[in-house]
């Protein structure tokens, strides 16, 4: 793989993040199971503190990694979540005061001024939907409900004192592991207890299962989407001042690798050819599996949003209707159509695109050029100002 400026810098960033995650996760657990081999501050450090500043590292190594997705996905949440992570994980290893917590420490600090150098790279927001903010409502109402509950009703349960008891019978209830240290008191006195109890299982097991399904369904959206060679309804959703290319034939790859080279262009592609669909879909191309010249599909990939639209395939009959319909469904957006035929050129026009090249009369163009002396970016530029006008009349004598 080519090391650009981009694998050198945003890549790392992403890797070094990855990388304090599971340090901090395995340097936790490592304190709390007391394998840790003490460091020179272990002398300074309480032993309480040591125990409990390693189950927070734990806690924190999981926070991580979710932060390390969400900067490989370039989310502008992940930078910050990062930013306010990594100096704790450097002051929690630091508080470990254990051998094995130095990696942590040093690998921590050394991804500070990657994360900060690459700061305007992770410039993607992130909007939760109504639903995930519903089902985080509806989970963190039900935990609290159960918590507050149980502390105001304590005198009715057997070993709640504090409000961490609390909160720990409801997390225990809400997963249905019920270990049977925790229990309403016997007696006529318990009925309010049992009452609430119910409830509040109910309540968190429903949350529970909501926001699962919330986190759940989306990731096996995109991996189905995937496999299929489908976008997701969060990239169509995302799909706005686009450039829609219709159909996949021998330019298309082409096309893409221009389009990845604007920074900041936004794209889709649209095709029936199920097996170039898939491949496209394994390099995170965004590509919707359907007929082009089809209404719904257009009207799906937000045409009326697009800024441009790209036709170019092998077949000028197919790439005429797709033009049709997609100047239907927007008079305004630009319509860019490459013929395969020459002859074509007019019928293309005429089917409503804007501007129609022929790659074959262009590419006899530069070859001729370069074959009396001309150099490549010379003939292009000729080409540029003079072939296409040379097309246009060719194919209005033959017309």
Partial sequence: ?????????????????????????????????????????????????????????????????GSSFALRNGYRVGWYSTAVLLPLTAIQGLMQASVLSFPLVALSIVSMPALAYNRGRFDRPFSPSPTQLAAGAALVTAISYGTIGTYALRDQFN???????????????????????????????ADIAQLFVLSSLVMN???????????????????????LGKMTDKQIDLLDDHVLVLGYGDLTEPILEELDARDGTKYAVVTTDETAARRLSERDVPVFTADPSDVDPLERVNIQGARAVVVATNDDARDAL????????????????????????????????????????????????CAFGADSEDATTDLLGDSIDDVEELDDSSA
Avoid: C
Wanted: glycine share 10%; hydrophobic share 55%; proline share 4%.
């Fill in 1 to 65: 793989m080519e090391l650009t400026r981009d694998w050198v810098t945003v890549r790392a960033s992403i890797l070094l993040t990855f990388a304090v995650a599971i340090l901090s996760i395995l340097a936790g657990l490592a304190q709390i199971g007391g394998l840790g081999v003490d460091g020179p501050l272990s002398l300074y450090v309480p032993a309480v503190v040591r125990q409990t500043v390693g189950f927070t590292g734990t806690i924190t190594g999981f926070s991580m990694l």
């Fill in 322 to 369: 797709a033009i049709l319909t997609a100047r239907q469904l927007n008079p305004d957006v630009r319509i860019v159509a490459a013929v395969t035929q020459r002859e074509n050129v007019n019928k293309l026009r005429r089917a409503g695109a804007d501007q129609v090249i022929s790659p074959a009369t262009l590419g006899g163009h530069i070859l001729i050029d």
């Fill in 205 to 227: 097991v429903a949350a529970f299962a909501v926001a699962l399904g919330v986190i759940l369904t989306p990731a096996i959206e995109a991996q189905l989407s995937k496999a």
């Fill in 159 to 189: 070993g709640v004192e504090t409000i961490v008891d609390a909160f720990y019978f409801t997390v225990v209830t809400a997963s249905t592991v019920g270990y049977g240290d925790v229990t309403p008191v016997a007696g006529a006195a």
